[in-house]
């Protein structure tokens, strides 16, 4: 719910503040007051594109700034929530709700903002898709349009499941398709490149690396290269460690294990706790010189008994630098480049039985698009007939008795250059796009006995209003919670018409938050919240958003219904408006 909205230096409004509640709220104001700045700023937090034009006369940028709430959203909803808040690293304010901001600059760039982090203009419009649906004229363009159409009817109709299990089979089988026709076309080019990669393979193979075995022959090699200073550096220190040879009557005299074990031996001989504490240290330096010893014996045990070994390994470091002369810079690159090539070789098998074996994959997978394709043709053609007939009487509602509003579903022919037709079992070719086989199409008849044309040849822009409306109302409960904002939903209609407008809007908004922006009193009536937007009397004629009570909403009304505020029969037949919109209310 959006409890409150900032405006600063946006068209007509210097500074302005609203507040929303629950229900429906109305917005009116004379003409060229700024009160579709507000709907301008909520198009902005939307997303939408900044035009710098926009901002005022004497101001640098113009910024809208929204506080929403969402404990009144379901729990999907508010868990797509947390995650958009999460992956921008936004943050709720104290009280749990949630700011969007958006400059618009007059010489430089726009800025976005949401729960106090800089956003791009993206993040911040999935943020308020969930929580904001705004109608305005543009909207009611938009409904002209086949996809916006298609959109609407799935929305009815629920088909989210039906429709990514469509996707994801239609993604398989156009891949699987795609693989066919490369491995077709370029069958003699892949071939070929086959054979070269089969080369290095058996190349590779031949040879049979082991990971980081090039950086062991390195090392390998240089010891057998000092193999005898090696040799007599290690039974030097063996030797001044543990002694000289075993068939030495003394080989351990000189040794450092014999003069640290005589002298450990001493200092534990005596009383002195200094001189013990010193002891227990010789131990376990004792301990480090027989594991030193001990290991330079094993040392000395793998060395080779002669450099003939270094021919060996020499050879095979040649063998290795071929490798890696070809195909990488060392040998665990060469041997992820032979894993690389085994599964291209994989894509590049243009075999008989390979490719048989591709065609039956793709026919098994048309066989899923076709089937997945025909379920959510099943669930849009049934829907259909339920939206056609709660539209129709929803219309009737909206002073239109005789109006007919249809839905069609028909399937989406494939064209000459089409890359993606599909056969039906009818034998029929469609172009099989991303949302389905299938072509929705509005049809309205404004009267009775009138003929059936589609809706952008037969509705005017006061049908075309209530038409959008009767679709909202229609549509609600698969978006509660959420808030709709409304500019000149009303526009062109009048009388009786206007009167079921505003019923239609305050029945909306017992599940929905309603935003109304209008210019007939009819509708204002029916508002829970009345706000005005008035031209200021300063040098600067900056407008500002004012809350009406009872009585400035009389007035306020009389003004609307033919310029009478002041008058006494103006006041009055507001006050009736009024309370009849009142009663008819509390009544439904």
């Known amino acids: 719910m959006l409890s409150e909205i900032r405006i600063e230096a946006l068209g007509a409004i210097s500074t ?51 506080r929403f709430t969402t404990t009144e959203l379901g729990d999907g909803v508010a868990a797509v929530i947390d995650e958009i808040l ?16 958006r400059s618009v600059s007059r010489d430089g760039p726009s800025r976005a903002y949401l729960g106090g982090r800089s956003v791009p203009a993206k993040s911040l419009s999935s943020f308020t898709t969930e929580v904001l649906a705004l109608h305005g004229q543009n909207d009611q363009l938009r409904l002209m349009r086949p996809d916006e159409q298609r959109a609407a009817l799935d929305r009815f109709a629920d088909v989210e499941t039906k429709l990514k299990r469509y996707r994801t089979v239609r993604d398989d089988w156009l891949a699987a398709r795609r693989d066919l026709a490369e491995r077709t076309a370029r069958a003699r080019e892949m071939a070929q490149e086959a054979d070269r990669l089969k080369f290095g393979l058996d190349e590779i193979d031949a040879v049979a690396p082991q990971p980081g075995e090039d950086d062991a022959l390195v090392e390998d090699i240089r010891r057998l290269s000092e193999l005898d200073a090696l040799r007599e550096a290690a039974q030097l220190a063996r030797a001044a460690l543990a002694g000289g040879p075993e068939d030495d009557p003394s080989h351990e005299a000189a040794s450092a294990t ?16 200094a001189l013990r504490a010193l002891a227990e240290r010789l131990g376990e330096a004792l301990t480090t010189i027989a594991d030193v010893a001990s290991e330079l014996g094993d040392y000395l045990s793998e ?5 003939s070994t270094l021919e060996t390994k020499l ?40 490719l048989a074996g591709l065609e039956r994959r793709v026919a098994e997978l048309q066989t899923k698009v076709v089937a997945a394709a025909a379920d959510l043709t099943k669930a849009r053609t049934k829907a259909a007939k339920g939206l056609s007939k709660a539209v129709t009487d929803e219309l009737s509602g909206l002073a239109m008795a005789g109006a007919e509003f249809t839905v069609s579903v028909a399937p989406l022919p494939a064209r000459a250059d089409d890359s993606a037709p599909l056969i039906l079992p009818s034998g029929q070719p469609v172009h099989a796009g991303q949302h389905g086989v299938d072509a929705v199409e509005f049809g309205f008849a404004a009267h009775r006995g009138t003929e059936l044309l589609p809706l952008h040849k037969s509705a005017s822009g006061g049908e075309l209003s209530r038409v959008m409306l009767a679709l909202e109302v229609v549509l609600a409960a698969s978006a509660q919670g959420t808030t709709m904002v409304f500019d000149e939903v009303d526009a062109g209609v009048g009388g009786r018409a206007a009167v079921q407008i505003g019923r239609r809007l305050a029945r909306l908004a017992r599940t929905h938050q309603v935003i109304v922006v209008t210019h007939l009193p009819q509708v204002a009536a029916y508002a829970d919240v009345h706000l005005v937007v008035d031209s200021g009397n300063g040098r600067n004629k900056a407008s500002v958003v004012r809350r009406l009570d009872d009585e400035d909403r009389v007035a306020e009304l009389a003004r609307m219904l033919a310029g009478l505020g002041e008058s006494d029969s103006g006041r009055a037949h507001a006050r009736e408006l009024l309370d009849a919109a ?5 009544a439904g």
């Open 16 to 66: 302005a503040t609203a507040e929303f509640d629950q229900g429906l709220t109305v917005l009116t104001g004379e003409t060229g007051t700024g009160k579709t700045m507000v709907v301008t700023g909520l198009h902005l937090l939307g997303g939408g594109r900044a035009d710098a034009t926009r901002v005022r006369t004497g101001a640098n940028r113009a910024v809208v700034e929204g």
């Open 582 to 586: 009142r009663s008819d209310a509390n």
């Open 303 to 307: 060395l080779p008994s002669d450099a």
């Open 86 to 101: 999460d992956s921008s690293g936004a943050e709720r304010d104290d009280d749990g709700s949630v700011i969007a901001a």
């Open 315 to 354: 050879t095979r470091q040649g063998e290795l630098r071929t490798l890696t002369r070809k195909y990488a810079a060392d040998i665990d690159g060469v041997l992820q480049w032979a894993r690389d090539a085994r599964d291209r070789m994989v894509q590049l098998d243009v075999s008989e039985e390979a």
């Open 258 to 273: 014999h003069s640290v074990g005589q002298a450990k031996s001493g200092l534990e001989g005596t009383d002195d706790s």
